[in-house]
């Protein structure tokens, strides 16, 4: 009974990981999945093979805590990895979530069996305003709160906001008072995207005019939907555009990428729609240029 047992908690917690890397609601084991594991099993192996299944738990309390017991066992392993590593190097980002809700997000790469490993650390809200103040004091909480050794610390990379890089009072230079062997790098990928600012014009010119055209799509419910129609007459691998905005810049590349993959179902769907710029997805050279910025986008 006790080897049933221990392999019914671990069923539990396999099939909790497999719902929150799905993410599916945690009542979804209770209601589905262990009623339909149970129809298979009672189908393929016969009834007496059911009632082990009966053990597993997949309860909607159940499903939460072996999720948060994973998450914390974790979030335990990766800070003894920190700690054990002779350095460690930080990357901080301030960022708004749909809720308009501050975030600070920090990211850890340090040394573990001759192998230098990266991960992410920590998502913790900033519930007033994000300036230095706060996001140096979420950071240092995390930090000796777990442990960490600041002095172990020799790097922090970060965008170029105020509260980032300020002179006198930033984050860069209280974590270098907290660890003075830390140098500060700016985000490379934030880098990038500021370079890209300053594109050629005619590849600025293509950028400006993907975006209207799948802004003018995605911008209005029925457009997508007759939209997705479309692209399931014309057998596409893909039935949405992605929708771009200046606030999630990251995601620039992804919505070029599949603006040009789905160029031919846009191109059919213009068709019948007065858009100013429906000629360009018949122009080659205007095509090659979207190729262009979408593959560079994407790296």
Not at 20 to 45: F, N, R
Not at 129 to 151: C, K, L
Not at 210 to 217: D, E, G, L, R
């Amino acid at each position: 009974m006790g080897c049933e047992n221990t392999n019914a908690v671990e069923a539990s917690f396999r099939v909790s990981q497999l719902i929150a890397k799905a993410g599916k609601p945690h009542t979804i084991g209770e209601d589905l999945i262990l009623p339909a594991a149970k129809q298979i099993v009672q189908v393929m192996l016969g009834e007496k093979a059911v009632q082990p299944i009966n053990l597993v738990s997949l309860s909607d309390n159940t499903v939460k805590r072996r999720i948060d017991e994973m998450a914390d066992n974790v979030l335990e392993q990766l800070i003894q990895s920190v700690k054990e590593s002779r350095f460690y190097v930080l990357q901080l980002d301030e960022s708004t979530d749909v809720a308009s809700l501050a975030n600070l997000l920090a990211y850890v790469r340090y040394e573990n069996g001759g192998e230098i490993k990266e991960e992410f650390l920590f998502c913790k809200p900033l519930p007033t305003r994000s300036t230095a103040e706060a996001i140096i004091h979420t950071v240092n909480t995390f930090i000796v709160s777990n442990g960490i050794d600041w002095s172990k610390c020799v790097g922090l990379s970060t965008d170029g906001a105020r509260a980032m890089l300020g002179q006198h009072s930033g984050v860069v230079r209280r974590v270098k008072a907290l660890a003075p062997r830390a140098t500060s790098v700016h985000c490379s990928i934030h880098r990038e995207a500021l370079a890209t600012k300053k594109m050629p014009p005619d590849l600025k010119t293509v950028l400006d005019e993907a975006v209207k055209a799948v802004n003018f799509i995605k911008s209005r419910p029925l457009q997508t939907r007759l939209f997705a129609v479309l692209c399931g007459e014309m057998g596409s691998d893909h039935h949405q555009l992605l929708l771009h905005t200046e606030v999630r810049w990251l995601s620039r590349g992804k919505v070029l990428t599949r603006l040009f993959e789905l160029r031919d179902e846009v191109h059919v769907f213009f068709l019948n729609t007065t858009f100013e710029l429906a000629h360009r997805f018949r122009d080659f050279e205007w095509l090659a240029k979207l190729g262009y910025l979408a593959d560079i986008s994407a790296t």
